[in-house]
Each structure stands twice: as C-alpha cells, then as structure tokens.
C-alpha cells in the first residue's frame, strides 16, 4: 500500500513523478499527491482525494508544475480520513519541506504536542505533518543535519521522501521497515518504494537497509547508515519489462495473472529439480542440521496464511515434523514456544508485509532458524532471513492474489519432498515418484483453466448471493480459506469457509432456503464424508456445488450436489494447488457480473506494510 516516488535531474520532475505514481497504483490507495521546487525556489503542491487521473488533472498533466526536483505519493489512510487535507506531500507550518511518508509514527501524540506548545499550527490529521514540522523545528540551514535530528526524534516504521525549498535539486530518502529503493542515472537520479516506477528510466538499483538515509542529487547519490557513517552503493540490475506490467490482452490484471499460473509453476519448479534431484539452491541447512529441528512453525498474513495452511499437509504427511500455521498479526503479540530447534517458514508475497516481519523478528530472536519463501528479490523478509527460496512468480499487479499463492504452495511442496529425503523419511523410489508428482502440477492447472466458461456460468447463481459457504476437510478446509476470500474480497459478497464435519456444531442454524454452499471434495480419502455433508446442508434448502477431482468422485457426487465441477485429479496433498484455480475464476467471474472494481478491491492494499 502507499507508494513513493522522488525526482531529481534535469528534465521537468512532474511529468515522472506522475507517471511513477500511475505504475504503482496496483498497491491500494485513496488520495494523491505531488510537491515540485519551482525555478524560482518555491514550493508548488497539488493534492487529490481520489486517484492520480485527478492530480494529472490538477497540474495539467504536470505541466502546471514546472521544476526539475519532487516528490510524490499514493496515500492509504491510517491517520486521518482520505481527504485533500490529509494527502501527501505534509508540508510544515511555514512552506519550507514537504514530506511524504510510509508507515506510522509511533510517538506522534507526544512529538504533536510538543510542537503545538512551541507554536506550530496542524492542518491535517496526520502523523506525517508531524514530520515536517519536527524538519522545520530541527533546521539551521543544513538539510542533512535536520533529517539526522528528526531521525533521531520519531519511533515507528516509515519511509521518507523529503524535500526542502531552500535546497533546490536536493532529496533525502529515509528508510526504516518500509520499502524504498534507490534508483541511478545519468544526469538524474531518483528513488521510489516501488521497482516498478523505476524500470522505465533506470535499471541501476540500490535497496535501501533498514535505518539508511540518501541525499540526492542529480549528480550523486551519497547513502548513510542510521549513525551517520557513509556507506558504499551496492548496485544491482533489475530485469524487469514494463510489458511484464501490461495486461496482455486480458480485460484484468487478475485474469491474466489466473491464467500465468502455469508458467509462473514451470518457473518455481522446473528448475530446482536437476539430475533427479531437488536442488534448493538458497537452503543450506544440513541434514544433522535438518534433524534437530522439532517442530515447524509457518507464519503469513492473508492468501499466503491459507497457503501456509494447505502446506502444512504435505510437510507433516512427508516430514512427520509437527507444524503450526500462525497468522503474522498474532504471533508477533504471542509469547511464543520457539527455540533454536524451531524452523519459521514465512511466506509473504512482496517480502515487506509489517506484521510478517515483525514476527519473524521476534521469533529470529528466540533462536528459530528462518526460511523465508517471497517473490520480490532484496525485500525486507528475504533479507532478514537464515534462508530464502524465491517464487520467481514474477510482478502481480492485481490486489487479490492468484500465481502468488500457487507459487508459494509450489515452494512448500518441494520444501516437503526435499527435507522428507534428507530426513531419511523416503527411500529412492518413493523421492522419485514425489517428485514426479511436483513435475505434473503445472500441467494440471493449464488443464484446469478449461473450466473458465463453466465457472463463468456457474456465477450467475453466486452474484446475487448475500451469504456462500465453503465446505471442506483436511487440505479441502484449507482450500475453503482461500476459495471464501477471493470472493469476498473481490466481489463484497459475505463468505465463509468452515470444516465440514464442524456443521452440525452450530453453523449449519445459518443456512437458509437458496444459499449457495461451496464443497470441496478434492481429498479423495474424505469424499463420501464430504458427500454426505452436501446432502446434510441440500436438506436444509442449500444450492450446492461441488468440486472435485475427475474420476470416482464423479458418480459419487452427481447424486448429491445441484452442480459438479470436477478438475484434474492430483494427489490429496497437492490438491489444493489445482482446485484453487476454478475458485479463482469463480470469483472473478462473480464479481465481473457486479460490477466490482477487480484488479483495486475498495480498502484493500497489495502490499500491507503498517498494522
């Protein structure tokens, strides 16, 4: 959520500045900004409540704004309502810096009052104005040394663009558990929280550490550490395309990335199974190593939980390691039982989720040794972590994740059937028909993409529903997770997933005569169990729907459910991975029939970096 960007070179800054706000606008926000030093010195700003089309508007597509140095934002309201007033850039009482902001100030009610005692005057709600006027306070004519002692002043998780009237040309940029990135030219330079407002002048990257502040200018780039002490520039090249970023011929960003999922597979897969052999190139704990670890521990925010939560079959099943699956939100406020003989498996997929890092912190502390699966290489989580497998899912642009989930379910798979084999839990044969199994899953999925003119059908019963369950059970309650959220949170219909042997526990008093009820049955041990809790619910007056693998399920449920969708049969612990993609498409399709904003759900970000 949130996205910044800063500009400073010898081509007009606006027009940039806009358009790196356009490219980051898949991150979620509600409000606009932009802040230019003219010619003449001044500070010239323009906010919007509402999307970046307004601030293209405001500033004649950044014509109104002639200058060659700025900052600019998409804000996600945390402090203050997504007004004009609360928008970024904050500038301080007396014009001279402007600020836009990531994250949260902690201690912003004692710094506020402490200002106001001095005098200083607040527009807006916000914990960022705080920021400027703490510059403006701290300011003796030397920007660097009033960003050092602001610095030194705030608590909390940000990133910074900060501009200053009396010092044309020249940025700073501050990191502190919030995403920002350096980006190198010649003749220019500049920064963004996003890569992909970078890629189209630049290629030439540095990832920011947590605490590292930059000056900028269009000559140099001079990073320091959060002492103050200079630190050398570790260049990297990004390779992504801006046709990566496109939508490929698809009417939505999520319906292209839905049917990516099988290359974004071929690519997580493929090649870590070498000479026949997993090769997990950036996991390089050994088998003793391996053997001491007691206990699993996964932690995730959102769809990367509920992969996390389908994961943890195939690694229990295979490893014979207990696993917990803890959300992030929680496990940070926990007094957790981990200790050196703990793995954390964090699975995010931007690698900056707040919650995710945090916890992950408080467990690295307690001695747990850390795998991290991400997709978004140098990113906070994939930098903290004792080890890092990468999704290679490439850029989803769509809010409501599809390749990233199935990617990260990939990773979990391979991780089981690699450490089952170093654990000494799979003789050769055994390996080798697990591993072929984890070969076929890109396959199933093209194959299960056929189902879309099916699930665009079958939305038509869903997109007046004011209520749908989803049923399941082992990996198929899992699966119900992620099926329930995709719908509700692209369509804004109420969903729900509950074990299906939990119904006649309380849950089944909410079914009423039409509801739509969802069952899975892709766990083929389960299915006549799963069978007879469809016919429980169709008692009470429920539409079912059943999905379930191609084969014996077939004749089993075409008795009991109102309508079948059966998909390629994969085994029971992989299942959740093929099964997941018809939900995809189901709530796509729903939502595309209501009208919903698809690929930028209302109050939803991608990328959630405060609590």
Known sequence: MCGIIGFTGLKQAAPILLEGLSRMEYRGYDSAGMAVTSPEGLLQL????????????????????PGACGIAHTRWATHGAPTEANAHPQVSMHGRFAVAHNGIIENFAALKKELIEKGYAFTSQTDTEIVANLLEDSYRGDFQEAVEKMLARIEGSYAFAILCADHPGELFAVRMNSPLILGLGEGFNLFASDVTALVSHTRRVVYMDDGDYARVTPDEVALFAKDGSPKALRETRVNISLAEAEKGGFEHFMMKEIFEQPEALEKTIASRIRGGEIVLDDFRLESESLKNIQKIVITACGSAYYAGLAGRYAIEKLCRIPVDVKLASELRYEDPLIDGRTMLIVLSQSGETLDTIAAMKECKARGAKVLAIVNVAASTIARLADHVLYTWAGPEIAVATTKGYTTQLAVLDLFAVYAARQLGRLDEEEYAAWMQKIRELPGLVRKALALEPAMADLAVLLKDAEHVFFLGRNTDSALAMEGALKLKEISYIHAEAYAAGELKHGT??????????IALCCNQALLEKTASNIIEVKARGAKTIAVAPEGAAQEVLASCADRCVFVPAADDIFSAMIAVVPLQLLAYHTAKLRGCSIDKPKNLAKSVTVE
């Open 508 to 517: 089944i008093a909410l079914l009423e005569e039409g509801t739509p009820v």
């Open 46 to 65: 323009a906010r919007v409540s509402g999307k970046v089309a307004g601030l293209y508007d405001r500033t004649e597509n950044g014509a109104a704004f």
